[in-house]
T-cell receptor
Framework: EAQVTQNPRYLITVTGKKLTVTCSQN?????MSWYRQDPGLGLRQIYYSMNVEVTDKGDVPEGYKVSRKEKRNFPLILESPSPNQTSLYFC???????????????FGPGTRLTVL | AQSVAQPEDQVNVAEGNPLTVKCTYSVSGNPYLFWYVQYPNRGLQFLLK??????LVKGSYGFEAEFNKSQTSFHLKKPSALVSDSALYFC?????????????FGPGTRLSVLP
C-alpha cells in the first residue's frame, strides 16, 4: 500500500530535549516536505526536499533541521525544542515537482508534539 | 511570493443544498491550485487540482472547482452536500513556473453540513 508514515504519532517532551520525528514514504517520490498545522494558520511549510541531499527552507524553518540521506526518508529534527513548537506536524511527499501530470502531495497521518 | 486566502473560517450548509468554499490566490507565474480535505484526527487527503486545461475541474467525492484567472479564484463546489462532507478544507497554490517553489496553503475553512 502506497503511504507516508510518521513516528511517533504523539510526543510529549520538555524544553531543550532534542527529538527527531521520522518520515518515510514507499512511493519512490523525489519531493518531500514538512508542515506544521496551527489553529487559524493552516499549514505552514517548514522545510522541503527535492531529492537526496537537496533541501531548502520553507516559510517557518527556525528551530528545525532536516536531512535527506535516502530517497524514502526525511526526518525532522528539533535540536532544542521550545513550547512555541507545540503543534501538529505533517510530512508529505509528491511524485512530480516539475509540473507533470500529478503534482499531488500525499500526507502522513500527523505527529502531535507537545513541548512543556 | 505566492499566497492563498480563504475568506470564510466556517461554512454552514444544510444537507442536500449546494455548497461553496471560497479560495483566492496570488502567484507570480502560472498557478497550480489544489484542494485538500482533513477529517478529524486524520492527515490531509487530496481532492482535486488545476494544472492546465479546462477551467472546471472534477475531483473526488463529487466535488468540483472552477479556476477563474481574472478573479484569481479557485472555489470548491458540490451540488448536493452530505453530512459526511463536514471537515476542514484547505486550498493550496504552487507557482508552476518556478521549479522548487514551495507549496502555500490557506488557513482552512471548516465546513459543517447540517442534517
Amino acid at each position: 500500500e502506497a503511504q507516508v508514515t510518521q513516528n511517533p504519532r504523539y510526543l510529549i517532551t520538555v524544553t531543550g530535549k532534542k527529538l527527531t520525528v521520522t518520515c518515510s514514504q514507499n512511493m519512490n517520490h523525489e519531493y518531500m516536505s514538512w508542515y506544521r498545522q496551527d489553529p487559524g494558520l493552516g499549514l505552514r511549510q517548514i522545510y522541503y526536499s527535492m531529492n537526496v541531499e537537496v533541501t531548502d527552507k520553507g516559510d517557518v524553518p527556525e528551530g528545525y533541521k532536516v536531512s535527506r540521506k535516502e530517497k524514502r526518508n526525511f526526518p525532522l529534527i528539533l535540536e532544542s525544542p521550545s513550547p512555541n513548537q507545540t503543534s501538529l506536524y505533517f510530512c508529505a511527499s509528491s511524485d512530480d515537482l516539475a509540473g507533470g501530470i500529478t503534482d499531488t502531495q500525499y500526507f502522513g497521518p500527523g505527529t502531535r508534539l507537545t513541548v512543556l | 511570493a505566492q499566497s492563498v486566502a480563504q475568506p470564510e473560517d466556517q461554512v454552514n450548509v444544510a444537507e442536500g443544498n449546494p455548497l461553496t468554499v471560497k479560495c483566492t490566490y496570488s502567484v507570480s507565474g502560472n498557478p497550480y491550485l489544489f484542494w485538500y480535505v482533513q477529517y478529524p484526527n486524520r492527515g490531509l487527503q487530496f481532492l482535486l487540482k488545476y494544472i492546465t486545461g479546462d477551467n472546471l475541474v472534477k475531483g473526488s467525492y463529487g466535488f468540483e472547482a472552477e479556476f477563474n484567472k481574472s478573479q484569481t479564484s479557485f472555489h470548491l463546489k458540490k451540488p448536493s452536500a452530505l453530512v459526511s462532507d463536514s471537515a476542514l478544507y484547505f486550498c493550496a497554490v504552487r507557482d508552476g513556473e518556478n521549479y522548487g517553489q514551495n507549496f502555500v496553503f490557506g488557513p482552512g475553512t471548516r465546513l459543517s453540513v447540517l442534517p
